[in-house]
């Protein structure tokens, strides 16, 4: 069964390195997201990406973070310059788009843990 | 704005009893409801969902969902639960007519299953 992959499975990194978190999304996808969850707090809204461009961003979503979808294939979230804040579990999701009714199911990946020292 | 509460944030059940773990949402208008759950290491799981209809929605692993409109409820249900349904389950809802269906999700309950 097709399965949306996430790389690294745990990165750590210092205060103010930059970080790269990689996502395959199911192949015939179409819209693509992130989610994050902090330690003991709810999953939150990132990002939206259809169409090689943002469909909608949170407002945690600042200047900090970028998306991309370089080679067709993977989809990835960029963290400039690392918060203590920022340590999290971060999640991909893909989704073929909307069913007549509502929208239709998003994959989830297992997630990338990111810890920031 | 949107809120989704889970009240229980860690719910413990015997092996073949039933479970009901609750849901309560803050929207303007009925949204797009959904549970999914997440073992350790995996992804989260779509369980079910309800966008209109009937409000019992059955869902994969003989999980069932009861929409009440007055309550602001999604309550999630199984009649008999097994060890392997020790995980986290996560309510979430999509604002109705969202064109990507950003979802918004509750703080989780933890479910462990004593044999």
């Known amino acids: 069964e097709p399965e949306v992959t996430q790389t690294p499975s745990h990165q750590v990194t210092q205060m103010g390195q930059e970080v790269i978190l990689r996502c395959v999304p199911i192949s015939n996808h179409l819209y693509f997201y992130w989610y994050r969850q902090i330690l003991g707090q709810k999953v939150e809204f990132l990002v939206s990406?259809?169409?090689?461009?943002?469909?909608?961003k949170s407002e945690i979503f600042d200047d900090q973070f970028s998306v991309e979808r370089p080679d067709g294939s993977n989809f990835t979230l960029k963290i400039r310059s690392t918060k203590l804040e920022d340590s999290a579990m971060y999640f991909c999701?893909?989704?073929?788009?909307?069913?007549?009714?509502?929208?239709?199911?998003?994959?989830f990946g297992p997630g990338t843990r990111l810890t920031v020292l | 704005a949107q809120s989704v509460t889970q009240p229980d944030i860690h719910i413990t059940v015997s092996e073949g009893a039933s479970l009901e773990l609750r849901c309560n949402y803050s929207?303007?208008?009925?949204?797009?409801l959904f549970w999914y759950v997440q073992s350790p290491g995996q992804g989260l799981q779509l369980l079910l969902k309800?966008?209109?209809?009937?409000?019992l929605v059955q869902g994969i692993k003989g999980f069932e969902a009861e929409f009440k409109r007055s309550q602001s409820s999604f309550n999630l249900r199984k009649p008999s639960v097994h060890w392997s349904d020790a995980a986290e389950y996560f309510c979430a809802v999509a604002a109705r007519g969202s064109t990507l269906g950003r979802l918004y999700f509750g703080r989780g309950t933890q479910l462990t299953v004593w044999p």
């Open positions: 309800y966008f209109s209809g009937d409000t």
């Open positions: 999701a893909s989704s073929t788009g909307l069913l007549a009714g509502g929208p239709n199911e998003q994959f």
């Open positions: 990406f259809y169409n090689n461009e943002i469909s909608e």
């Open positions: 929207y303007g208008a009925t949204p797009y």
